[in-house]
């Protein structure tokens, strides 16, 4: 049962073939078999779920697409009453008060929120490894990374440890845990959905989405948690269409764009040519592939990395030892600045202790033209580049990560070999625009299968177009069917 | 290139203490950091104006009402220090 989509669950659930409590209680079996292996959850609400999921049995009513639908939280996503880390120590005891938006319009759709699942600290990450409390596994090879920041939310959907995950996407951290463990991952226009009560990492780029089998079930959670939100100013009021239905319709005369660009020298060789066949795919159901060109994209990382460092550190300035969170026990803190310092240094890890380090200089006196300002004027061009090709195409498809999943360990020493590993899906942050994570295929190392997804770009609220794009290679491909052996 | 010097005093201005092993550390990895960033130098953005907000939303309003008295409480709970008359109360600041 723990292998139904949300679209299979919904309509079991409610021609009433199985109930929400056996849904959830098969999975929650489900993570207690894998779970030792992947190590996706950092938090569990196995009695809470099972209470929620027999309420929904007694109220009987499963119109809601979501109502009884197991789900698994990045442990950025404020949940009332329920330890929110950000995977830092921190934060390690933090309980909030509050529900962000999200999971409010969650709960209130009647998902059941099985518990919080592992990302990079504070999302700062490409792997996961950076999470302070424990190393997320790559279903397909316990011996690699599930990809990062949200590690845990593919991991868990990867596992069947969840029917679903929310996920966070600042520079790829949607897209690329996707691609890594073979899930289907939608990273959302900026402004499309609400990101109160979800810890910041960057506010400029930051993106809410959720990490699913199909992308018929991220239409189905897009249209759940899409909207204007007052408590986030910048969600923007436009209306949420019916993604669910509108992916229905083919792809006959779409036009995809393949920014040449993306395929550069140090690609790895499987993962182009499994980018290639899926475009030669949807040539042969009916789109038409045009080239372009899309040449600020070598600058990406560099003009990507000074923005959200910089924000990053000051977003990070919150934690300080005094509202909430870790507080430094040290007897030397004797003044106020003793325990921000103490606090801060105790509880942060090092990718985040770099990240303030970087943002703090950049926008130091006499740098923040050279750096700051620069890069945000980088950033206005590459954001006329895509406006441009989007005048062209209606979609892109271009390769997710130039590396197939990598080994546990091989890059924590050197960040800028990690901070490399993003180049291709930081370009979409810089612009602001959606991009929808599918498998596409599985390139062979050692004998062992890895998986391989594509990126499907649209424009800025375009996401039902990408979705259509997802879902109609879903009904003639079957790699998104397959599964790990665990 | 980032100096030992430089490194501790970004690290005072972002209130982080550092061992002088992370204060090797950090120089060289930020150094290289901002080594890469360069190429940045290769883009005329001579007339070109800075973006921050992607979407082009600005002065987003709404009304400044009290929604939730109740949940100011509960976020003054939150602090590891102390709580008097519902406020924290924390160290001496000299």
Not at chain 1, 118 to 141: H, R, Y
Not at chain 1, 151 to 158: C, D, H, I, L, Y
Not at chain 1, 395 to 412: D, R
Not at chain 2, 52 to 63: C, D, E, H, M, Y
Request: with cysteine.
């Amino acid at each position: 049962m723990y292998e139904l989509t949300i679209a299979q669950a919904h309509a079991k659930l409610q021609a009433k073939e199985i109930s929400a409590y056996e849904l959830t209680k098969a999975v929650l079996e489900r993570i207690k078999a894998v779970e030792p292996q992947v190590e996706a959850y950092l938090t569990l609400l196995e009695e809470d779920a099972l209470k929620q999921a027999q309420k929904i049995d007694q109220k009987g009513d499963f119109n809601k697409p979501l109502a009884g639908i197991p789900v698994a939280i990045k442990d950025v996503y404020c949940t009332k009453g329920v330890k929110t880390t950000g995977a830092s120590k921190i934060l390690e005891n933090y309980v909030p008060p509050y529900d962000s938006t999200v999971v409010k319009k969650l709960k209130d759709a009647g998902a059941i929120i099985l518990g919080k699942v592992n990302t990079d600290e504070f999302t700062m990450g490409s792997s996961t490894e950076t999470s302070a409390f424990a190393t997320t596994k790559n279903p397909w090879d316990v011996t690699r990374v599930p990809g990062g920041s949200s590690g845990g939310s593919a991991a868990a959907v990867a596992a069947d440890e969840c029917l679903f995950a929310l996920g966070t996407d600042t520079g790829g951290s949607i897209r690329q845990p996707a691609s890594f463990c073979s899930c289907t991952g939608l990273k959302n226009t900026y402004g499309r959905v609400s990101r109160y009560g979800v810890m910041s990492y960057a506010s400029s780029f930051d993106t809410i989405g959720p990490l699913t089998k199909t992308a018929e079930d991220a239409a189905i959670v897009l249209e759940a948690i899409a909207g204007v939100d007052p408590k986030d100013a910048t969600t923007v009021d436009k209306k949420v269409p019916k993604y669910s239905q509108l992916i229905q319709n083919d792809i006959k005369g779409l036009k995809i764009g393949v920014p040449r660009d993306f395929f550069i020298k140090g690609i790895d060789s499987q993962v182009e040519k499994i980018t290639r066949d899926a475009i030669d795919k949807f040539q042969k159901m009916g789109a038409e592939i045009e080239e372009v060109s899309l040449p600020m994209t070598k600058y990406a990382i560099a003009t990507y990395y000074l923005l959200v460092k910089a924000e990053a550190s000051t977003n990070m300035a919150r934690y300080d030892g005094i509202k909430y969170g870790h507080t430094t026990q040290d007897p030397k803190a004797k003044e106020l600045a003793d325990i921000y310092a103490h606090s801060r240094t105790e509880g942060f890890g090092d990718e985040v202790k770099r990240a303030i380090m970087m943002g703090t200089y950049t926008l130091s006196a006499g740098y923040y033209d050279a750096y700051y300002l620069k890069a945000a004027k980088v950033r206005t061009l590459v954001k006329k580049e895509y406006d441009e090709v989007f005048e062209k195409v209606d979609v892109l498809a271009a390769p997710i990560s130039p590396v197939l999943p990598f080994k546990i360990g091989e890059n924590v020493e050197d960040p800028l070999a990690m901070y490399l590993v993003d180049a291709f899906t930081t370009p979409i942050n810089l612009a602001g625009i959606c991009g929808l994570a599918i498998p596409a295929g599985f390139a062979e190392e050692n004998a062992k299968k890895l998986p391989v997804g594509i990126q499907i770009l649209g424009p800025q609220f375009g996401e039902e177009t990408i979705l259509r794009a997802g879902h109609q290679f879903q009904l003639h491909t079957d790699y998104h069917l397959q599964k790990p052996v665990i | 290139m980032l100096t030992p010097d430089e490194v501790r005093y970004i690290a005072n201005l972002a209130r982080l203490n550092l061992t002088e092993e992370e204060v090797q550390k950090y120089s060289e990895q930020l150094s290289s950091i901002l080594n890469y960033v360069e190429i940045l130098k290769e883009i005329d953005t001579e007339n070109v104006k800075p973006i921050a907000q992607i979407t082009g939303l600005s002065n987003v309003k709404r009304k400044d009402s009290v929604s939730s008295q109740k949940l100011s409480e509960e976020l003054i709970k939150c602090t590891p220090q102390g709580i008097e008359q519902n406020q924290v109360k924390v160290k001496s600041v000299f």
